[in-house]
């Protein structure tokens, strides 16, 4: 039972990381499945794979709120590095549009740091974050 148990953490985890809580629904059909084809003989009763079930899904939800927990802390620290790439690589905004529409370019301007709701102190530190090299950012958010 305890390998199960383990198992079934495990399990939850995994699908916490990779899948929306939907994904319970059938793993939770596949537990009782396994519980049911294990007590298949019927000799504890029907109590016994009834608590067994219950156990197991116990901790296949246990691991997946962990799993979920973990990839979003994991991502949480990855964010503002990924948001100073996309604003580096994002076109910057100019002040006026006169030049274009005099030459009948485009008078679509690409947003400014405000109009994303971004202050010019975050953009400064997302954009530092994103020019340090990977082994460096990963030492300094652990």
């Given amino acids: 039972m305890t390998i199960l148990i383990i198992g079934s953490v495990l399990l939850g985890a995994t699908l916490g ?20 084809v294990r007590s298949a003989n019927g000799e504890h009763g029907l109590l016994h794979p009834l608590l067994e079930f ?7 939800q246990i691991g ?7 990839f979003h802390s ?13 604003l580096k690589a994002m076109e910057k905004a100019n002040g006026g549009d006169a ?5 009948g370019k485009s008078t679509e301007s690409p947003k400014t740091l405000a109009e994303l709701g971004i202050s010019k102190q975050q953009s400064s530190d997302w954009q530092r974050l994103a020019a340090a090299p990977e082994r460096e950012f990963e030492e300094s958010s652990t």
């Fill in 64 to 70: 997946y709120v962990f799993g979920l927990a973990l």
């Fill in 17 to 36: 990381r990779f899948f929306k809580v939907l994904v319970l629904v059938p793993a939770c059909a596949f537990v009782l499945a396994a519980v049911l």
């Fill in 54 to 60: 219950v156990v197991l899904i116990t901790s296949l």
């Fill in 74 to 86: 994991h991502s949480r620290r990855r964010m503002p590095r990924r948001a100073g790439e996309l």
């Fill in 99 to 103: 030049q274009r529409t005099r030459y």
